[in-house]
Structures are given as structure tokens and as C-alpha cells.
């Protein structure tokens, strides 16, 4: 970053700018500049790069305001860069006489007009010269800027002009940024200070000059202090000045008040020590964050009542710290007063005899969960400071009564203790963390977290705030929950973003946590209606205040959507500039993850020889509450039977019985198709087909372990093709019953549309359906009415089918535990790029039966039938040659109506009918085959040319699809 020393320049413009040249090419206009200058005396300017006004040596400041901060002309001074400084809400200035004050009364339409023309950053303490047309000056002191000093004026910046104080002192305050010129005359000023002890009276000169941290508590460093005495604060040696370290040679004490925009009474004494000497080894990535902050006591946190990372000062002390002679120490009843100051006496001797400083009131522990608290009679200040000498000469008495202890309002930083063990949520905490984080900087960079309802959104959001709080990130966290606000007025919104941003201001680097976005800035289609305009109008309020407050400012947003598609255009969109710019998703619990999570929850509870590889099975597909409730309602099966109504035992049963009751998140409002009771036991023939169907369905899921281990992607697609009537549609019911899977069951023309993209819409909806209810059989029936070949459709429809099939069965997702079967009679009229491998790489020919499979069939479909003794099932399969077998079952059916019409109406009361060799045989003279020999020939024609590869050659069959 630019640092150099330069010459003055007295320019004519009439502004609080720097002026530089050109050839400073690393700086640009807008830059923030610190000038360093008379010693100890500090400026901040922002940057105009000009040409022919100054020499590089050189820098330029208008003449009368270069006299105002008492810089000389041809002086030389420090210019050096510094990061960016966050925008202000609010600033206070204030006129020297009241002259002053009624001019910019009178013109102050003109001054908020031109104010952003004439000077850019402000800081408590630093005047400004406001010109007024060509003729008018005034000087203006800037009292107080907020939230943080010092910043950056903006359109939105409110300016308030307060009269000049009569009574008005001249003020010599050098409050700013510049710690390091400000703290070495703190340190010279008391060089006294080095002995062991304190002299009667501690005496510091009046140097009102302060340090702005973040206020971290001790206990999250990697370091063991628990019996650090609650007022000693740390800081690094990195956030002062090298050439000062050295002149550190004992503790100091300091004024600590935490910085908000309310106003606050609370203030503590302590004592400043270093923290190099404790902490050896920092990782190099986070050096610049971890010196930004001063570590304190837990207990400090809970008197302020505040969280990790707000901000505080460090005020020197102006008064005098007098040694008590006499201690009141406060402590519960039911311990001995000579214990209890023997508890105390070792907890201050920690300090080794040198000085060290106490406050009043303020609870001290000393020993476990025995807290005590202090008084200084007989003038009873807020602190005194106290040496060993002191400890050992001052009077103790004692007052018997309950120590109040604060309440702790700080939030709770407990991380769910499944989260850190859960692949899912560890690989979505790396990306976010190495989005935030680059070379050890924090980056001001929008994240969305998308998932499914369930998937554990909240509960990864909660897990990741506490890994921002703690080391070595130490991130102030605000989270908005946007289920709890949706319904408020805009304006009720727009206060609760603007006090959620000035903290996120004041205490950055930070993180702005927004669960469940989509809730409140929902996406609106159609008409418009007073609910879209809201909505559209709470988008548009929040996504104004997201580009203002994280563009200038060290804050970065974190927020969880089920879906991109549900977000307001004006929070995401598509296509231009995208105020999100990373998107990750929550993937689906690995079996490895569920595990963890039902060891998890039935760890809670008592339990009896849980089959878990069973439950795991059973369980594909859940997420994260879906496996909650699968425990919820176990334990309260567990209840219903146990007899233990303190103690019930989970056991297997209690599981099934759970399990029947629990729907998925994923498969509610789902309809499925029943595959009904056929497995393939009961479809006769087709050996091969089913053996093929076995392996490809039934092991992926029976043997995960290994197939999650195949270094290839599974082929999940499967084609059958085949005459009508062979069991094509029954084969995929049977797959999916004899598999254990769901079935999904799409008819062809179902999904066409005559509306432009509604087809393409419905396609990936189905797809969508089945990734949720995995695993599961997609199948679509009729295939090639609609998949068909690309260019032979006038109306396009299919062609787009046709490629958004494609890019979902072999696109960038895998389609896990998703089964794609699809059946046709002519698979010549399929595209050609749908066959291909990684799609329905897999086609299998459904034969006609021959003699041995007709036997089968006829044996199989005839298992409930009261057949005569005389049938002989060969002599009908032989007879039945060119049957499918539809064709043998519709002979059957007609044997059956022949016997009911031989049989009484008293025997059909009785469902007593038997069916003959001859009913047998006469209605097989009655049935002829479904398919004609010469369409059978046809139809093995184009099986064996399908067979041998030469599919592009087939001509565009004569079948049309209208859409």
C-alpha cells in the first residue's frame, strides 16, 4: 500500500481534498489517505487525482484549510493509504459563533447539496471548511460520527448542525484511528510506572486519547487463562507500532466502554497486558485478524451484556486511581468469612505483587461457583488500584448477602455436536469459509445456501455462526430469522435492517445470517396484486440496503432458500450483476450420514438390539428432520408398550412400527403408482430380461457399499423394446415390487403441452419428483410418442422434450438412486443420442414366448384357476404359436366365461367352476394371435436392424406426434 513522505502544496480549489498527481499510479480518486504530521497530529483526506496541479514529490491542500489543521506550506508530511472506511449514518458539527450557525441555517438546503463535493471523510475532532458560493467559508468542528469513526459521507448520511456552545472550551482531542502517534505519548508520560508497585496516588497526564477493538472473549484463543483475573485485557503487539513495543514496559490502565448506538452508562477499569508472550505460534493466515481485537475476561462480556466482536474503547485514565485503605468484601451465606478471604488473598497474589486494579461491585470468582464482589469505603469509589503492600496492610470487613450475578444474554455458542461429523455439512463449511476467507482476509463476498425443506438449513446456519465467532475468525454475527418478520410493514422492516446494519457496521468484520429468504422475498408471478407489490416492494428495500451497507463495509450475507427459483428477481436474478455471486447447495445425507444421525438421536434414549443396516435401508432418502421425527415417534411407540413409563427401551418393533407412520418430507403431496402384488416369480419367460433388470435395479441398492466405491458412474438406464403384448409394462411394476422400490409410472403424451416451455417444465418436474422419492423406478411408458426423433415435428415441441431429456439423464447431476425405464415397441423412432451411453445405454429385447415360455406363462396365470383333470397345458402352449403373452391370458379369460356359462346359477353362488381340456381347446379355435405374421416379420425386421447398430440409417417412421 502507498506510504511515502511529501511536500505541501497550497492550492486554490476549494475543497478538504488531497491533491496528487498523476504519477501515483497505485492510488485512484476516492482513496483514503492518513496525513501524519507536527509530530502527533493526524488527518484523513480522500484522494483527487489531478494533472498540472502538483509535482509527484508533492501534495496539495486548499490554503485556508491547510491553516485551519495548521499545516505549513512546504512541511513535510506522512501520506500513507488505509483500507476503506465503512459509510456513516449520522454526523454532528458544530460552528465556532453563532454567525456561523445562522448562515448555515438559512442556506442549508445549499450545503446538503454540495457538502459530497467538498469533503468526503469525516473524523471526531477533525474541522472541515464548508465554502458557501465564492465569497463564504465557515469552519465547523465535527463533534460525533456514527456509528464508527472515522468514515465516509454518503447520499443517505444524515448531517445534524448543532448551535455553538457558549460556554465552548477550546478542545484539544486527538480521537482517531491513529493509535500508534497517540499511544507513544501515553507511554512516555509514564515511564513511572515500572517499579513493582503503585506510588500512593497514580497520577496520568491528561491525554485524551483512545484504542477502538472488537471485544473477543479470552477463552476462545488457544490458550489456557482460566484463572486470568477478570480485569486484565489483551491485546497483540501487532496493533501497535514497532518502534513503541519497546517503550511498554509494565500494565497499564484504561477505561474500557463499549461503542453502540444507544446510549450506555456501563463502564470498566482495567488493566492492558500483552499477549505475544502467552501465544507463540500464530497460524500466518489470520494475523491481521487476530490483532484487530482485545481478549477479556468471559464475566466483561456478561457485564456488558453484549456478544463476540462489538466494539469497544480503551480511554486512557485523567483522574487519579487512589489505593484503598480499607476492602468490604461482599459473600453468600453458608461460607466462613476467614475462607472466604483466604480465597480472595490467593486470587489477587496471582499478580505477583505488582499493582493491579479492581472494581467495585463487580462479582469476583474464587473458587467454584463461589463468587464474591467489593467495596472501597469509606469514599466508596468504582475502582482503586491495589499492590502487595496494600493486600497485606488494608482492613477487610465483611458483608453477609447474596452476590447479584449478571445475567448472561450472550448468545449460545453450542454447536450441535452430530454437525461436526456430518460429511455434508463439513464439505458446505469448507466452501463457505473459503469464500469469506482468502490469504487470510476477510472478503465481503454473498452466499446462498439451497435445500430442500428438512435438509437442515437452520441447523448448518447455527453451526457455521459459532465457527465465525470462534478462533481464529472471530466474526460479529447478526441473524435474521425471515419467517419470525414476515408479515411487518415495509417501514417496520426497513428499522429492524437499519439497526441489524449499524451494528454490522460497527462491528466488522461481520456476517448478516438470513434464514429462509425465500419466505420473505418471494417470487412473484402473474397479475399484480397488493400481496406482489408488497413483496416486490420489501425485495426491492432489502436489496437497496444489502448494495449500500456491504459495498463499503467489511459484511458479508449468508442466507438459506429452498430454491433459487422462489427468490425475488430483485434479490437473484438469472442473468446482469448478481448480488449473490456464490450458490451451494446442501447435498443429500450419505449413508455414512445417517448412520451418525440415528446413532445420534437413539444414543438419547434406551434401546434393545437395533438392526441399524436395516434402518438404513429403509431410511434412503431422509433428511435430517425426516429421521427426528423417525425418533420422535419411535420413543412414543417405545412409550405406548414399555412399562417403564421413565425409562421405555427402543426396540426393532417399535421401529417398524415408527417407520409406517413416517412419510419423508420429500414424498409428501407425492403420488406414486402402485406396482402391485406381481413380482417376477409371476411373470412367466423373460428370464433374461428379469436377470438383466436384477442386476441393474436391485443390486446398486443391496450392495451400496461397493457400487459407492466403482470408480465409473452406474448404468441406471434401462430400454425395453418389443413386440405389443410381450410384458413390458408389467415388467416395470414387477421391477419395482420385487426390488423393494417406488414407482413412478409417466404415459407418454401426459407430458406434452401445447404451451411453449410447458413441456420442457413438466419433464424436469418429474425428474425433480423422482430425485426426492429415491430410490425409485422412472418409468415411461409409450416412449416413443414422446421422445421422437428430432426434426421431423412442425410444431418443436418434442425436439425441446427431446433435449431436456437428454440433459437430464447424462447432465452435470447424477441421477442417484434414480432408475430410468422406459418401454417401446418401435424403438426405431427414438432419437438417436437418447441410446447413447450414459443415458438408455442399456436396450433389452422382450422376445415373443416360445414353446417353454408359453408353458410357463400358461402355468403362471393359471395358478388360481380350477382346471380339470384332463388339461394338458403342453398341448396348448404347443398349440398357441405367434401368442404373446397378452394373447395366452385373453385365452384363459374366454375358458373361464365358456365355463361359467356351462356351470348352474346354484354353483356360480357357490364359485364352484371348473374349465376343461375342451373349454381349453374351444376357445383356442375362438382366439387368434394380437399380431398378424406379417407384422410379426416387420417388427423382428426392425429389431434386428436396431440390433446391429444401424440405427441412423432407419428412415422417420410415419407416426406424428401433435402437441
Excluded at 480549489?13 to 483514503?32: D, I, M, P, R, V
Excluded at 491547510?66 to 506550506?73: G, M, P, Q
Excluded at 462480556?301 to 456478544?307: A, R, S
Amino acid at each position: 500500500m502507498f506510504d511515502s513522505v511529501l511536500r505541501v502544496k497550497y492550492v486554490h480549489h476549494k475543497s478538504c481534498f488531497l491533491y496528487l498527481s498523476t504519477e501515483h499510479t497505485q492510488l485512484n480518486t476516492g482513496t483514503c489517505l492518513r496525513l501524519s504530521y507536527n509530530d502527533n497530529e493526524t488527518a484523513y483526506f480522500s484522494a483527487n487525482i489531478v494533472r498540472n496541479i502538483v509535482d509527484s514529490d508533492c501534495i496539495g491542500i486548499n490554503s485556508l484549510y491547510a491553516k485551519v489543521l495548521s499545516i505549513k506550506e512546504n512541511d513535510l508530511v506522512n501520506v500513507s493509504e488505509i483500507e476503506q472506511l465503512p459509510v456513516v449514518n449520522s454526523i454532528n458539527i458544530q460552528p465556532s459563533n453563532k454567525t456561523d450557525y445562522e448562515v448555515l441555517e438559512l442556506l442549508a438546503s445549499n450545503v446538503q447539496s454540495h457538502l459530497l463535493d467538498l469533503v468526503r471523510i469525516v473524523n471526531v475532532g477533525q474541522k472541515i471548511v464548508i465554502w458557501i458560493g465564492n465569497n463564504i467559508s465557515i469552519v465547523v468542528y465535527v463533534e460525533s460520527v456514527q456509528p464508527i469513526y472515522p468514515g465516509t459521507l454518503d447520499f443517505l448520511t444524515e448531517v445534524v448542525i448543532k448551535p455553538p456552545d457558549t460556554n465552548m472550551k477550546k478542545k484539544e482531542l486527538y480521537v482517531n484511528s491513529d493509535y500508534m502517534k497517540n499511544f507513544v505519548s501515553f507511554l512516555n508520560a509514564n515511564s513511572s510506572l515500572t517499579s513493582s508497585h503503585c506510588p500512593q496516588e497514580l497520577k496520568l497526564k491528561n491525554t485524551n486519547f483512545e484504542l477502538i477493538y472488537r471485544l473477543i472473549p479470552i477463552s476462545e484463543l488457544p490458550v489456557n487463562l482460566k484463572h486470568t483475573q477478570p480485569f486484565k485485557v489483551f491485546i497483540f503487539k501487532d496493533s501497535l507500532h514497532n518502534d513503541y513495543i519497546t517503550q511498554f514496559n509494565d500494565h497499564f490502565f484504561f477505561k474500557l466502554i463499549m461503542l453502540q448506538n444507544t446510549y450506555n452508562t456501563k463502564e470498566l477499569y482495567v488493566e492492558l497486558c500483552f499477549l505475544d508472550d502467552i501465544i507463540e505460534n500464530r497460524s500466518p493466515l489470520y494475523l491481521n485478524n487476530l490483532s484487530n481485537n482485545v481478549y477479556v475476561h468471559n464475566s466483561i462480556l456478561k457485564y456488558f451484556q453484549c456478544d463476540n466482536g462489538v466494539r469497544v474503547c480503551l480511554k486512557s485514565i485523567s483522574n487519579e486511581l487512589a489505593q484503598p485503605s480499607e476492602i468490604c468484601v461482599q459473600h453468600c451465606p453458608g461460607k466462613h468469612s476467614k475462607d472466604t478471604l483466604e480465597n480472595l488473598k490467593l486470587v489477587l497474589s496471582e499478580s505477583k505483587g505488582k499493582a493491579q486494579i479492581l472494581n467495585a461491585d463487580f462479582p469476583i470468582r474464587i473458587g467454584d461457583d463461589f463468587y464474591c464482589s467489593l467495596t472501597f469505603p469509606p469514599s466508596m469509589p468504582s475502582c482503586c488500584v491495589i499492590d502487595g503492600n496494600d493486600l497485606r496492610n488494608c482492613t477487610f470487613s465483611f458483608n453477609i448477602e447474596n452476590v447479584r450475578l449478571f445475567d448472561d444474554r450472550t448468545s449460545d455458542n453450542i454447536k450441535q455436536r452430530f454437525c461436526e461429523e456430518l460429511e455434508v455439512v463439513q464439505q458446505l463449511a469448507d466452501n463457505v469459509l473459503s469464500v469469506l476467507w482468502r490469504r487470510g482476509y476477510f472478503q465481503s463476498e454473498h452466499t446462498i445456501i439451497t435445500g430442500r425443506n428438512g435438509m437442515g438449513k437452520t441447523q448448518f446456519l447455527n453451526y457455521i455462526s459459532v465457527a465465525f465467532k470462534e478462533y481464529p475468525y472471530f466474526l460479529y454475527v447478526e441473524t435474521i430469522e425471515c419467517k419470525a418478520i414476515k408479515g411487518k410493514t415495509v417501514d417496520s422492516l426497513h428499522k429492524i435492517f437499519m439497526d441489524c446494519f449499524s451494528k454490522l457496521v460497527l462491528c466488522q468484520p461481520s456476517v448478516l445470517v438470513l434464514d429462509d429468504l425465500h419466505v420473505l422475498c418471494e417470487r412473484c408471478e402473474g397479475e399484480e396484486t397488493p400481496n406482489t407489490v408488497y413483496i416486490n416492494r420489501v425485495s426491492e428495500m432489502l436489496c437497496n440496503l444489502l448494495w449500500t451497507y456491504t459495498e463499503t463495509n467489511k459484511i458479508a450475507v449468508l442466507a438459506s432458500v429452498e430454491s433459487l427459483s422462489k427468490l425475488n428477481r430483485y434479490i437473484y436474478r438469472s442473468r446482469g450483476n448478481h448480488l449473490f455471486k456464490n450458490i451451494f447447495g446442501l447435498n443429500d445425507l450419505t449413508k455414512t450420514d445417517r448412520l451418525l444421525l440415528l446413532k445420534y438421536f437413539f444414543n438419547q434414549s434406551d434401546t434393545n438390539n437395533l438392526d441399524y443396516n436395516e434402518l438404513l435401508m429403509k431410511t434412503d432418502g431422509f433428511v435430517v428432520q425426516d429421521i427426528k421425527d423417525f425418533y420422535d415417534k419411535a420413543l412414543f411407540e417405545a412409550y405406548k408398550e414399555g412399562s417403564s413409563k421413565k425409562h421405555p427401551v427402543i426396540d426393532q418393533n417399535c421401529c417398524e412400527r415408527a417407520l409406517k407412520k413416517t412419510c419423508s418430507l420429500a414424498l409428501q403431496n407425492v403420488k406414486f403408482h402402485s406396482p402391485g402384488s406381481k413380482t417376477f416369480d409371476d411373470i412367466g419367460g423373460l428370464s433374461d430380461v428379469k436377470t438383466i433388470m436384477i442386476e441393474s435395479f436391485l443390486w446398486p441398492v443391496k450392495y451400496s457399499n461397493i457400487f459407492s466405491k466403482a470408480p465409473l458412474r452406474l448404468q441406471s438406464g434401462l430400454l425395453l423394446y418389443g413386440c405389443p403384448g410381450t410384458g413390458k409394462t408389467l415388467l416395470a411394476g414387477a421391477a419395482a415390487k420385487q426390488c423393494n422400490l417406488r414407482l413412478i409410472s409417466i404415459k407418454g403424451p401426459e407430458l406434452l403441452s401445447k404451451y411453449i416451455g410447458a413441456s420442457e417444465q413438466a419433464v424436469r418436474d418429474v425428474f425433480d419428483k423422482a430425485q426426492r422419492a429415491k430410490p425409485c423406478v422412472l418409468f415411461f411408458d409409450e416412449f416413443d410418442s414422446l421422445a421422437p426423433r428430432r426434426g421431423h415435428d412442425n410444431t418443436g415441441v418434442t425436439d425441446r422434450v427431446v433435449n431436456q431429456f437428454l440433459t437430464q439423464l447424462d447432465g452435470v447431476e447424477s441421477l442417484t438412486g434414480v432408475c430410468v425405464l422406459a418401454a417401446t415397441s418401435r424403438p426405431d423412432l427414438l432419437d438417436p443420442a437418447l441410446l447413447r451411453p450414459g443415458r438408455l445405454d442399456k436396450q433389452i429385447l422382450c422376445q415373443m414366448p416360445d414353446t417353454n415360455d408359453r408353458l410357463d406363462i400358461l402355468r403362471i396365470l393359471s395358478r388360481k384357476l380350477d382346471f380339470g383333470d384332463d388339461v394338458n397345458l403342453e398341448e396348448i402352449a404347443e398349440k398357441t404359436e405367434d401368442f404373446s403373452g397378452a394373447d395366452l391370458q385373453s385365452l384363459l379369460y374366454s375358458a373361464q366365461l365358456a365355463s361359467m356359462k356351462l356351470t348352474d346359477d346354484q354353483d356360480l353362488d357357490l364359485s364352484i367352476t371348473q374349465i376343461t381340456q375342451t373349454l381349453l381347446l374351444d376357445a383356442l379355435s375362438k382366439t387368434r394371435p394380437s399380431l398378424t405374421k406379417s407384422e410379426r416379420r416387420k417388427y423382428e425386421q426392425i429389431y434386428a436392424t436396431f440390433q446391429g447398430g444401424n440405427l441412423d440409417d432407419f428412415k422417420a417412421g410415419s407416426k406424428v406426434t401433435l402437441a
